[in-house]
């Protein structure tokens, strides 16, 4: 805890490494960071696991939820690390989530669905799920947004 704010280091599942001899070495992880009024999940760079209902259980509900929604294709590759957009939504709601922002997509062609095709993704999954656009943000590179 520092000046009113409580953060918790949360599991997230990926890989690390920047060559061969280091693979693994190092964690990765996601944040809660919770205030006297708010409280704000970051879901780092993590593939869709069922750890995510039980952060929800103990440490929500969250005001805001950023999770990664790009880089998901193929599944064969991308599976373990990196969350669809359906996926990505079905985290929002297992921890509780009451607004959404879409992070880690648009801005490095790394996977191969076009880089620009996470959000329409988002926007059809959030429709379908009775879900609309006050509280699933999908923010524009460099739109700021208060909460």
Not at 1 to 15: K, R, V, W
Not at 24 to 31: C, D, Q, T, V
Not at 94 to 121: C, M, N, Q, S, Y
Request: proline content about 6%.
């Amino acid at each position: 805890s520092f000046n009113g704010l409580t953060l918790t280091c949360l599991p997230a599942q990926h890989f690390s490494g920047r060559s061969f001899w280091d693979r693994n070495r190092r964690l990765w992880s996601g944040w809660a960071v919770a205030g006297r009024e708010k409280r704000f999940f970051f879901g780092g760079d993590s593939g869709y696991y069922d750890v995510f209902k039980e952060i929800g259980h103990r440490l929500g509900p969250f005001d805001l939820v950023a999770v990664a929604i790009g880089a998901y294709l193929p599944p064969s590759i991308m599976k373990l690390t990196h969350t669809t957009p359906e996926e990505a939504l079905q985290l929002f709601e297992d921890i509780k989530g009451r607004r959404f922002v879409g992070i880690h997509w648009g801005t490095f062609d790394l996977a191969e669905e076009p880089i620009e095709a996470p959000p329409g993704r988002v926007e059809a999954e959030a429709r379908r799920r009775g879900l609309g656009p006050e509280r699933i943000w999908l923010l524009m590179h460099g739109e700021t947004r208060g909460w």
